[in-house]
Structure formats: C-alpha cells, structure tokens
C-alpha cells in the first residue's frame, strides 16, 4: 500500500504549532532550567544572562501557554515563582532529546555538561525514544508517517473565473 502524500501537511501540523510556542532559543533554555528545579525570577537571570526584559516576556507567554504557573511565595514584598504545570512537563522529553542530540554531535571535549541520573536503577540514563507497545526504539528508519484523523486533505485549486 503506497503511503498518503503528506507534503502539503505543514499547515497546522503538530511540530510547527508546537514550535510557534516553544521553538525560541530563550524559552526552551527557561523550560530545562525549570526541568532542573529553577523557579524564581532571579535564579532564572542569573542562570541564563538573559536580559530582563525577554526573561519577563517569556516567562508570561509560558504562564499564558499554561506550561508554567505564577505562584507568589511572599507577600511583603509581592514576590512569585514559576512552577511547571503537567503540560510543561510533558515537555521533558523534548529537552532530554535535544540535550542527547547536542552530547552527540556537539560534544563538549571535557564530555557532557549535565547527566542524568535514573532514580529507580541508580544509573545514569542514555534516553531514547521507544515505541510504548513493543519497547523497540523509534528511528526515521523504522516509521512511516500517515494520515491522522486531524489530516486534511489536499487543497483544491479553484476554478480561475
């Protein structure tokens, strides 16, 4: 069975609406600082050096978004942190692949800047992504894309008057 010609898919498809919210260098390194525990503004800044300004701006698109959430942690002065909701964590996994992919083919001489450490086993962890009903690992060589029940069909060129 051929495959379905998805090469007009691009229109509302999942990866670009997921990185008109989350595809800016700034958010994504906001979002693995709050992977790693960090939740207030200034440890935010002092980790990144981003300029103030932006790291305002990101951080209420991340609250907007619903990735993160603003909780006040001090009253006199009003002061908040930023924790990560289900739907921010649910972006770990993309970190994780991008932090792998960067240790592989940008690697640091010294070795990688951070390790992940497995709680359950105690080892450190070699992330990949694995299909959830056999376990194999998912590779461009072992999937094919097809039609998904949000696929719309082909535009049809209309009639020129």
């Not at 990101?58 to 907007?64: I, S």
């Amino acid at each position: 069975m051929a495959a379905a010609d998805l090469s007009h898919r691009f229109a509302g498809e999942s990866v670009g609406r997921a990185l008109e919210l989350v595809g800016e260098r700034w958010t994504l390194l906001i979002l693995r600082e709050a992977f790693f525990g960090v939740q207030r503004f200034g440890q935010f800044a002092r980790n990144l050096t981003i300029p103030r300004p932006t790291l305002s701006s990101r951080l209420r698109m991340l609250v907007d978004a619903g990735l993160l959430e603003r909780v006040p942690y001090s009253q006199d002065p009003e002061r908040h942190e930023y924790r990560l909701t289900e739907t921010g964590r649910e972006l770990f996994a993309a970190v994780v692949v991008l932090m792998r992919w960067g240790d592989e083919h940008l690697p640091d001489p010294d070795g990688p800047p951070i390790m992940l450490r497995h709680h359950t086993c105690g080892e450190f962890v070699d992330p990949r992504l694995v299909c959830s009903r056999c376990g194999e690992e998912i590779t461009t060589r072992n999937v094919t894309p097809e039609a998904g029940p949000g696929f719309r069909d082909k535009p049809t060129a209309s009639a020129s008057p």
